[in-house]
């Protein structure tokens, strides 16, 4: 299935993502939030692993159900005590698990958050998909 990513003129051009993605019809999938986490439940260090892992956690939970990274429509991430100056972490998390799974230039939002479930989670991700019926 291919979804369809634009971008508004009469907004700043994206830097990493597009401002809307336009899906045909099919299956929508909403993934719930995972987190930086191995199959064994540990965490991984630090902002930039937990990111890495939570994005491949995510596109596995994805697979799982039939879907393909290149069904994404949107992403929403959350992350605990969010300042600017954590780009840097986040950035390089993400460019790992895209060594994994490349990601479409797709819809994202970053949210800061005081604190997710599970006290050690860092980061948590989840996206939105739809799939061929």
């Known amino acids: 299935m291919t979804i369809e990513l634009r971008n508004s003129d009469r907004l700043p051009a994206p830097a990493g993502f597009s401002h809307a993605a336009i899906a045909p019809p099919g299956q929508t999938v909403y993934l719930a939030g995972t987190i930086g986490t191995d199959a064994e439940g540990n965490f991984a260090d630090g902002l930039a692993d937990q990111t890495t892992r939570a994005l491949i956690n995510m596109v596995d939970a994805l697979i799982g159900v039939g879907g393909a990274v290149k069904d994404l429509a949107k992403i929403v991430v959350y992350v605990v005590g969010w300042r600017e100056s954590m780009q840097r972490e986040l ?32 980061i948590e991700v989840e996206g939105t998909a739809v799939i061929a019926p």
Request: net charge negative.
């Open 91 to 122: 950035f390089a998390g993400i460019g790992a698990a895209a060594q994994v799974n490349p990601l479409p230039l797709i819809p994202i939002t970053l949210v800061g958050v005081q604190s997710l479930f599970l006290d050690a989670a860092l």
